[in-house]
């Protein structure tokens, strides 16, 4: 059947991360495929933050889908915050 047995907080690491892929998640923390605003992604300290979420995202059993929802709130957010700071520095 396709029904899937949620941990509980006595399961093991490896049942956890058995539902997790049951669920979507991909293979490994590098199997992310995110779309990522370039001016996020050029330099390597960048680089280093978006392996760094993909590892933790995995660890936390995202999927693609919501993993990719987490980089665009974040992306909106700082946007959000650069608009701001323009519209502030017009302002003074």
Same mark, same amino acid.
């Given at each position: 059947?396709?029904?899937?047995?949620?941990?509980?907080?006595?399961?093991?690491?490896e049942e956890r991360s058995d539902?997790?892929?049951?669920?979507?998640?991909?293979? /490994?923390? !590098?199997? $992310?495929?995110?779309? =990522?605003?370039?001016?996020?992604?050029?330099?390597?300290?960048?680089?280093?933050?978006?392996?760094?979420?993909?590892?933790?995202?995995?660890?936390?059993?995202?999927?693609?889908?919501?993993?990719?929802? /987490?980089? !665009?709130? $974040?992306?909106?957010? =700082?946007?959000?915050?650069?608009?701001?700071?323009?519209?502030?520095?017009?302002?003074?």
């Amino acid at each position: 059947g396709s029904r899937v047995k949620m941990p509980t907080e006595e399961s093991s690491d490896e049942e956890r991360s058995d539902f997790y892929n049951k669920l979507g998640r991909p293979e /490994a923390p !590098d199997k $992310y495929e995110l779309q =990522i605003d370039e001016r996020f992604s050029q330099n390597p300290a960048d680089q280093q933050k978006i392996n760094d979420f993909r590892e933790q995202a995995f660890k936390q059993g995202f999927t693609n889908t919501q993993a990719q929802k /987490a980089v !665009d709130f $974040y992306t909106d957010m =700082i946007n959000g915050s650069m608009i701001k700071m323009l519209l502030w520095d017009k302002l003074k």
